[in-house]
Nanobody, 121 residues
């Protein structure tokens, strides 16, 4: 499956952004989907994941209460709604697809190219 992330940009602290991930090649209904991020000089870290059915979601502590992951298998898209943004949310955000649901990068074997989110204070 090929993944294309979009929606990144510049936001002020307290603002919102909505990231989208469009899949092609195979239906997203075959995969668990996740969002990860990588800040400058840091490793890639888990943000949120959603089961292939949409029936279960998991969030990093840093995302709980502020971010919402959702999916539309009919449209082959996954969305990350980010509210109450903080400067520490600044990172390149990647969507990923896999078959091992959870927080580990190893569970996801298809990755998009990333979209940059910058949050100013």
């Amino acid at each position: 499956v090929q993944l294309q992330a979009s929606g990144g940009g510049l936001a002020q602290a307290g603002g919102s952004l909505r990231l989208s991930c469009a899949a092609s090649g195979r239906s997203t209904s075959n995969f668990d989907m996740g969002w990860f991020r990588q800040a400058p000089g840091k490793g890639r870290e888990f943000v949120a994941a959603i089961r292939w059915s949409g029936g279960s979601t998991t969030y990093a502590d840093s995302a709980k209460g502020r971010f919402t992951i959702s999916r539309d298998n009919a449209k082959n898209t996954v969305t990350l709604q980010m509210n109450s943004l903080k400067p520490e949310d600044t990172a390149v955000y990647y969507c990923a697809a896999g078959n091992v649901y959870g927080v580990s990068l190893a569970g996801f074997d298809s990755w998009g190219q990333g979209t940059l989110v910058t949050v100013s204070s």
